[in-house]
């Protein structure tokens, strides 16, 4: 039985790379739940009354032996013929409960590596010889990708103000018993994360492929180029898209298509939804080299598509004066200059309830679309984007 355990520090996209590792891999791949789905003794509660819980109420003790009996419990439900993928492997679940230790205030992290040992030792009733990937950060890239993270809001957790001191005690602590707990895992097992997340992916699979033999294969790694065209009414998006479509090879690519899937399979129109979807088409359509996607709603999904994708995927905003925005409605429609700027005024105005204006906060290219020589100003537009 092949079990692959995705570690690390809060944050650095465990919960991301399992469920991608989900792609392309239904035959192979088995991936098990949140370990607080595993036993009936975790409380029903939400992410702030867990954490006060967790670190103001619950003791020690009785803290650790939750934890050991669900791992029992998610260790039995794994599939014999299948590569079982989970969140924290058994050594990271050691760390955890290190930093929880100093957390709570019983005593330094080396008073409390010797007693999590014991009642693993004691509880734990499965050898603890699942392979181990730890992903470890770069801080550069953690920095960089810091404010697509927060737009994108990836983690959901809310806490109150002195939940977030605590918490980040916490994460310092952890980063230390990490180190302690990880000493002796070989170097091939730890990933930097550097790169967007489908690249981390890819080497996950690629690292589990040669160590454990398995064969997950590779994903989107024909996709060349991505764009996500943004802007208010009537700033080119659809003509941008056409050209692209026509001259340069990107299929052209509607939002509509991916939130009809999620509500199909009864999932939420969340972005990292969106994304999955996004990266499962062109999984199963390995000829789509380019895209664009048009109708950019806020600036929350194309910053998921930059965290997942890279450099890969580019954020273009068009700007385009409301004078000109109205005109070129007059000359599309029947309607009056009157009629023509109440149109244009209310579609702004749904726009920028939604967010639309601050995608171009984010934006990778801003272009000015307010030439009327289409021959000169598309000339432009390729110019900057390099194709």
């Avoid at 998610?74 to 955890?96: E, H, L, Q, W, Y």
């Avoid at 905003?317 to 209310?346: G, H, Q, W």
């Amino acid at each position: 039985m092949l079990r692959l355990a995705i570690s690390g520090c809060d944050g650095i996209g465990k919960t991301q790379q399992i469920r991608l590792s989900g792609l392309g891999t239904s035959k192979i791949v088995h991936r098990l739940k949140r370990l607080v789905e595993y036993g009936d003794e975790w409380p029903a509660l939400s992410e702030t009354a867990l954490h006060e819980w967790w670190f103001n109420q619950v003791e020690f003790d009785t803290l650790a032996r939750i934890i050991i009996g669900a791992l029992n419990i998610r260790n039995a439900s794994c599939i014999p013929d299948k590569v079982n993928i989970f969140d924290r492997g058994t050594i990271m679940f050691k760390a955890v409960l290190a930093a929880t230790f100093s957390t709570k205030g019983l005593g330094i992290l080396e008073d409390a590596y010797e007693r999590i040992d014991n009642l693993f030792a004691d509880f734990l009733k499965y050898a603890p010889d699942e392979y181990e990937l730890l992903l470890v950060p770069d801080v550069a890239y953690q920095q960089r990708i810091k404010p697509l993270i927060q737009i994108a809001d990836i983690r959901t957790d809310q806490y109150a103000p002195k939940q977030s001191i605590l918490y980040a005690a916490y994460q310092k602590y952890l980063s230390h018993a990490i180190e302690h707990y990880y000493m002796g895992v070989p170097q091939n097992q730890k990933i930097v994360v550097n790169s967007c997340l489908l690249n981390i992916q890819n080497k996950i699979r690629s690292q589990a492929n040669n160590i454990l033999g398995t064969k997950l294969p590779m994903i989107c790694e024909n996709f060349e180029q991505g764009i996500t065209l943004g802007g208010l009414s009537e700033s080119g998006k659809s003509s941008f898209g056409d050209m692209l479509s026509r001259q340069y090879g990107f299929y052209r690519l509607k939002l509509r298509y991916f939130e009809d899937i999620l509500i199909r399979t009864e999932q939420t129109v969340y972005a990292d939804n969106m994304g999955f979807e996004f990266a499962s088409f062109l999984h199963c359509h390995p000829h789509v080299i380019r895209a664009s996607i048009e109708s950019i709603h806020d600036p929350i999904l194309p910053a998921y598509f930059k965290l997942l994708f890279g450099d890969r995927f580019n954020i273009v905003f068009l700007t385009v004066p409301e004078k000109l925005r109205i005109s070129r409605t007059v000359a599309n429609t029947d309607m009056s200059i009157k009629e023509a700027t109440a149109k244009v005024r209310e579609k702004d105005k749904n726009k920028r309830s939604r967010g639309a204006h601050r995608v171009e906060d984010i934006a990778d290219m801003v272009f000015d679309n307010a030439t009327d020589g289409i021959e000169a100003v598309t000339k432009e537009f390729i110019k900057q984007l390099g194709l």
